[in-house]
């Protein structure tokens, strides 16, 4: 089959800082990122180095004050890096994302002590995070979470099980939400917790369809002993903290959704263009030409989106529903292209050998992460008709 690499994506992009921060990206993905993706990925390989070089980069923070360590970058230049770098590998663009979530509680709400003890390290200082609201028996009802706080003098002592965490066992530092008093969404407390902490073990990872090279696994807190200096906003002000964060954690899923659909549409292209039957390219077919065109046409129309709501969010205008419909747009868009991706090579596209399969199960995951996309239709569905009746 004849090569044919895939154009970079034509970005749109605010300055001439922002776009050579998008050629170092594409350089190091080239580099160090997509030679290794696949065998890594099929041997469960977790590429700390790689995020060490990210960090080294200045490109775990770029969302943040660089006052603090940040690369002062808006949203709308920080997300297209995502999708490059999820474009070469999800568990590395997601994992970026997901560094970028656990860093967001301090950033947005910590003192002016705390942002100065710990934001440097964890924006620019080679530690990686993660981010623990989900548990075993609360997942999208995450107001009924059940791991507990207990003040003891100067200390909170954490006790409970978090489940779901990328990262987990891996990371640095945890932001982690505990119930310090009662029931409900305000009876939560947001807290900053080192990795190293006594009592804090991580189960083993879960064995999982895709991301194999992403550990998620549950973390256990067995009187884990936390300075009240590292409380996180007031006490009972942790879940609207989190819903902050996941606001805009969704647009980073739907970024990365973006980036893994780019990438299965560019193996699309190449293999149609190569692939003969019938004396002459399979892209010469209208059948699959439509569909080639169907994905291109859904994977422009998810970037538009969340670009759309990442300004916004850089105007400082609300974008809580507009996170929502580009996280449930990009993710169910990723999961159409890349099922087609995998029919364009038919047979081949079922085997490892090809990265198209890979994508296909890599996109699955990011209809469920940060919310799945039925509670996402609840959210905005509330914007637009008014929250249920009761």
Not at 71 to 99: F, K, M
Not at 148 to 167: E, L, Q, Y
Not at 287 to 316: K, N, P, S, V, W
Request: glycine share 12%; charged share 25%.
């Amino acid at each position: 089959m004849p090569d044919r690499a895939p154009q970079p994506v034509e970005r749109e992009l605010p300055t001439e800082e922002s776009r050579d921060l998008i050629a170092l990206v594409r350089d190091i993905v080239q580099r160090e990122i997509a030679p290794r993706a696949a065998e890594e990925e099929d041997a469960g390989h977790f590429p700390r180095e790689i995020f060490a070089l990210l960090s080294e980069s200045g490109l775990l923070g770029l969302p943040y004050d660089s006052g603090f360590g940040g690369g002062d970058q808006p949203y709308e230049v920080y997300l297209q890096v995502l999708e490059e770098l999820a474009a070469a590998r999800l568990t590395v663009g997601l994992g970026v994302s997901v560094h970028s979530l656990a860093c967001h509680a301090l950033a947005g709400y910590g003192t002016k002590e705390q942002k100065t003890d710990h934001l440097p390290a964890m924006l620019g200082g080679g530690l990686l995070g993660g981010y623990c609201l989900s548990e075993p028996s609360s997942g999208s009802d995450a107001a009924s979470l059940r791991t507990r706080a207990v003040r003891d003098g100067d200390d909170w002592v954490i006790t409970g099980t978090k489940a779901w965490i990328t990262h987990g066992g891996v990371a640095d530092f945890y932001t982690v939400l505990a119930r310090t008093g009662g029931e409900g969404p305000r009876g939560i407390t947001a807290f900053l917790v080192p990795g190293d902490a006594e009592g804090l073990s991580a189960a083993a990872p879960e064995k999982k369809m895709g991301m194999k090279g992403s550990p998620t696994a549950q973390l256990h807190f067995d009187g884990v002993r936390v300075p009240d200096a590292r409380r996180i906003g007031d006490e009972g002000q942790g879940f609207a903290i989190a819903l902050s964060a996941l606001d805009s954690g969704r647009l980073g899923i739907a970024a990365c959704a973006i980036g893994v659909a780019q990438a299965a549409l560019d193996e699309a292209v190449a293999y149609a263009a190569g692939r003969q039957q019938f004396g002459r390219p399979i892209a010469d077919f209208q059948g699959l030409r439509f569909m080639l065109a169907d994905m291109a046409t859904q994977i422009e129309a998810g970037r538009a989106l969340y670009l759309a709501a990442a300004r916004l969010r850089d105007a400082g205008r609300p974008f809580s529903r507009e996170a929502a419909m580009a996280k449930l747009f990009c993710t169910d868009a990723a999961m159409r292209v890349t099922i087609d991706a995998v029919q364009v090579l038919g047979g081949y596209g079922y085997t490892s050998d090809f990265p198209a399969e890979r994508y296909m199960r890599e996109a699955k995951v990011l209809q469920i992460v940060e919310g799945t996309n039925q509670i996402q239709r609840m959210v905005i569905a509330r914007h637009v008709v008014g929250p249920e009746s009761r």
